[in-house]
């Protein structure tokens, strides 16, 4: 008897051909299979998106998210946030914020303040780019957005990451340049982009003399020479902080992907508007922080019960970073001041201060009840701190609060699932980024009707390298894109 891999010698060729090609497929699959498992095993929320028929209806409760008169803190958080907007955008595309926001109350929290990088390492040991699915995971944002009808999708990024991270503001990477543009000094490297100053005048030239080489070479009306000018725009009019630069330019680039869409891309530092905002609720002390942080046992219990969630704190720790500016350059360094509400607001609204992410997120689903959507790590820990903050409101006599806090959809990811194939070095596929996507209403509409199979497939290599740390044992090519037909390959 032959062996199941192996053609019979009486076998017709063109049948030969088909068995072998479902063999070859069956394997595939299961290996597909085998990563996704893994991927499972490390994060289990993700399976939720296995059985889901669409990406549509995966996001349809996130979209939906709202609350009420029980969540006291929703309008100041509202104010804080159309302020900034404001601030960056203008009063037009604020009051669109707001005017959405009051009826679908969710933003996506999926990603660090950055601007996009090239899908480059197919080639290189490092077997997967995070880029291309953060990407992808906001393009994502926009199109469920653009499904529900909202003119807005808005992104709500944070800029407490450090300029050394592969996913930060340090450089600009267009198709048009020769190599990617260093926009912050080495100096910065382990500082907070929340903590950087503005681009400086070195760092302008070198792009201004970039533009001025590919506007000679490409002219004055190609899409990269103008988003180029459009940045060096951005940094005269804003010149102080590199989180409000990062925001604007990540904003205007996609905008320029989604320009044949009928939906405009808003980028917040995340970090800049929930400072404030916490500072607001540390102030006023008939809020939960602030009659948290007002009585002292209180705020014991509160950072014993709240301990151990990822980007938290341990206990005996402090939920706060100084912001150490003695030096070079900006550093995170451990709070060891007088936790009284008043002083920390005081020290929040002047940026010497963070909160560690936990305390962040808390004040925004406990306080205002907005619903943040974020990725593969955050919609883990943000389940977690859901379910940990219900017990502790319930505790604080908020039952209203806590039960309608208890069935807000944080185990929703909009970073994982992943909607295209690219060909990124002659026959080598990788995942689309924005470098070489431009995204049309139809394709938006396309996207929102993948399944959660189809989505978590596509992002399957990528997945399996960043959460186990190893070679996907199937990798984007021939075979993956085969698996998975619905794919919008570019």
């Known amino acids: 008897m032959n062996d199941v891999n192996q053609i019979g010698p009486d076998e017709p060729h063109e049948y030969a051909a088909t068995r072998a090609a479902s063999i070859e497929a069956l394997d595939s699959l299961g290996r597909l299979n085998q990563m996704l498992e893994a991927v499972f095993a490390n994060k289990p929320v993700l399976r939720g998106l296995i059985h889901q028929e669409t990406l549509g209806q995966y996001l349809d409760n996130a979209l939906h998210w709202n609350v009420g008169e029980e969540f006291a803190g929703k309008q100041a958080f509202l104010s804080r946030l159309g302020h900034e907007v404001a601030r960056l955008y203008g009063d037009q595309t604020a009051a669109k914020v707001t005017a959405q926001m009051l009826t679908s109350f969710v933003l996506e929290t999926g990603a660090h303040l950055h601007l996009p990088r090239r899908?480059?390492?197919?080639?290189?040991?490092?077997?997967?780019?995070?880029?291309?699915?953060?990407?992808?995971?906001?393009?994502?944002?926009?199109?469920?957005?653009?499904?529900?009808?909202?003119?807005?999708?808005?992104?709500?990024?944070?800029?407490?990451?450090?300029?050394?991270?592969?996913?930060?503001?340090?450089?600009?990477?267009?198709?048009?340049?020769?190599?990617?543009?260093?926009?912050?000094?080495?100096?910065?490297?382990?500082?907070?982009?929340?903590?950087?100053?503005?681009?400086?005048?070195?760092?302008?030239?070198?792009?201004?003399?970039?533009?001025a080489k590919i506007k000679g070479r490409l002219g004055n009306d190609h899409a990269e020479v103008q988003l180029l000018e459009s940045f060096l725009v951005i940094c005269d009019r804003h010149p102080d902080h590199l989180s409000d630069q990062a925001a604007l330019m990540h904003s205007t680039w996609m905008n320029q992907v989604l320009s044949e869409s009928e939906i405009t891309p808003v980028t917040i530092d995340s970090e800049s508007v929930a400072a404030q905002f916490l500072?607001?609720?540390?102030?006023?002390?008939?809020?939960?922080?602030?009659?948290?942080?007002?009585?002292?046992?209180?705020?014991?219990?509160?950072?014993?019960?709240?301990?151990?969630?990822?980007?938290?704190?341990?206990?005996?720790?402090?939920?706060?970073?100084?912001?150490?500016?003695?030096?070079?350059?900006?550093?995170?360094?451990?709070?060891?001041?007088?936790?009284?509400?008043?002083?920390?607001?005081?020290?929040?609204?002047?940026?010497?201060?963070?909160?560690?992410?936990?305390?962040?997120?808390?004040?925004?689903?406990?306080?205002?009840?907005?619903?943040?959507?974020?990725?593969?790590?955050?919609?883990?820990?943000?389940?977690?701190?859901?379910?940990?903050?219900?017990?502790?409101?319930?505790?604080?006599?908020?039952?209203?609060?806590?039960?309608?806090?208890?069935?807000?959809?944080?185990?929703?990811a909009i970073v994982s699932p992943c909607w295209g194939i690219a060909l990124a070095q002659k026959s080598l596929l990788n995942g689309v980024d924005a470098l070489n996507a431009g995204v049309s209403k139809s394709d938006l509409q396309r996207i929102i009707q993948l399944s959660g199979r189809e989505s978590l497939a596509i992002a399957a290599p990528t997945l399996y390298a960043f959460m186990c740390g190893e070679t996907p044992p199937l990798g984007y090519g021939s075979d993956l894109a085969a698996l998975t037909p619905s794919a919008i390959l570019r």
């Open 119 to 211: 899908q480059d390492k197919v080639s290189k040991s490092t077997p997967y780019n995070v880029n291309a699915i953060i990407f992808q995971g906001q393009i994502l944002w926009a199109a469920a957005n653009a499904a529900k009808g909202h003119s807005v999708s808005i992104s709500f990024s944070s800029s407490r990451v450090p300029v050394n991270n592969a996913n930060s503001a340090t450089y600009l990477d267009l198709p048009a340049l020769e190599a990617p543009v260093r926009l912050v000094s080495d100096r910065y490297k382990e500082s907070p982009q929340y903590a950087v100053p503005g681009i400086n005048e070195e760092a302008r030239a070198r792009l201004r003399g970039q533009l």
């Open 279 to 412: 500072a607001d609720m540390l102030a006023d002390k008939s809020s939960v922080v602030g009659r948290i942080f007002a009585d002292a046992a209180l705020r014991q219990q509160f950072l014993v019960d709240m301990a151990g969630i990822p980007t938290g704190w341990e206990e005996g720790e402090i939920p706060f970073n100084q912001i150490d500016n003695s030096g070079k350059s900006a550093r995170l360094q451990p709070y060891t001041g007088n936790l009284d509400p008043d002083l920390l607001a005081q020290k929040l609204r002047a940026r010497e201060i963070l909160p560690y992410g936990i305390l962040k997120f808390f004040c925004l689903i406990s306080d205002a009840g907005v619903c943040p959507i974020g990725g593969m790590m955050q919609s883990g820990y943000l389940t977690e701190l859901r379910n940990r903050s219900e017990k502790f409101l319930q505790m604080l006599g908020e039952a209203r609060r806590a039960d309608k806090l208890a069935t807000m959809p944080t185990d929703v």
